[in-house]
């Protein structure tokens, strides 16, 4: 019998790692913050309200690595969805690093994506 759990994993990135995120605590940052983090190191990516540190992965994008630089520390949800196949939904969730966090300053400058990560 499959457990509730394992077939929200089967079927969305996003729900599993929720779950995963409240089993783990998973930190919190706000759009300043992930901007003021950004290095030669650390290239965070945001996709519907998450972050994501796509430095491991840059030397790997088949796109190449300017198109990540271009857009760390920004919201690159609708380019993501719009570009991106299932497979790409997977290695984007390997590279989690936190949520981010709604505040007044960055309300106006972050999209409230209706897309959703998915495995199917």
């Not at 570009?83 to 972050?110: P, R």
Request: charged share 25%; glycine share 4%.
């Amino acid at each position: 019998m499959v457990k509730e759990e394992d077939s929200c994993f089967k079927e969305d990135v996003l729900c599993a790692m929720n779950r995963r995120k409240k089993e783990m605590g998973f930190p919190k940052y706000t759009l300043s913050e992930v901007q003021s983090m950004k290095s030669q190191t650390f290239i965070p990516l945001i996709v519907d309200s998450m972050i994501f540190d796509l430095f491991p992965y840059l030397s790997q994008h088949p796109g190449g690595e300017y198109v990540i630089k271009r857009f760390s520390g920004k919201d690159a949800s609708e380019q993501f969805f719009k570009l991106h196949s299932k497979k790409a939904h997977f290695i984007l969730a390997q590279h989690f690093f936190g949520d981010l966090v709604q505040t007044n300053d960055n309300a106006g400058s972050i999209e409230n994506s209706s897309f959703k990560l998915t495995l199917s």
